[in-house]
Nanobody, 115 residues
Framework: QVQLVESGGGLVQAGESLRLSCTISGNIFGINYMAWYRQAPGKQRESVAGFTSGGSIVYLDSVKGRFTISRSNSRNTVYLQMNSLKPEDTGVYYC?????????WGQGTQVTVSS
């Protein structure tokens, strides 16, 4: 059983940057997937960037070259650096992990990009 808490969201103008953080507490053993998702108003939740236990990283096509996912050495924090933000990046961003086959979610952090 783990707890995920996101932070770092906010209101920015197009072209600016934000860095999101997700702190994972509890038992972090057995985590084989760490990812960021987002959900825009009226849209389905979509995967933005994922980091597997094998070191593979997959990005949503629309964020490639602008977003970077990373994690702390202790693997209890995952980051999403977001550069050159666009209005279409607006949404609630969620941190998620898969541990022993079960997926957990944070509460989300709002990112709003104005034009």
């Amino acid at each position: 059983q783990v707890q995920l808490v996101e932070s770092g969201g906010g209101l920015v103008q197009a072209g600016e940057s934000l860095r999101l953080s997700c702190t994972i507490s509890g038992n972090i053993f057995g985590i084989n997937y760490m990812a960021w998702y987002r959900q825009a108003p009226g849209k389905q939740r979509e995967s933005v960037a994922g980091f597997t236990s094998g070191g593979s990283i997959v990005y949503l096509d629309s964020v490639k070259g602008r977003f970077t996912i990373s994690r702390s050495n202790s693997r209890n924090t995952v980051y999403l650096q977001m550069n050159s933000l666009k209005p279409e990046d607006t949404g609630v961003y969620y941190c998620s992990i898969i541990q022993s086959g079960l997926q957990s979610w944070g509460q989300g952090t709002q990112v709003t990009v104005s034009s």
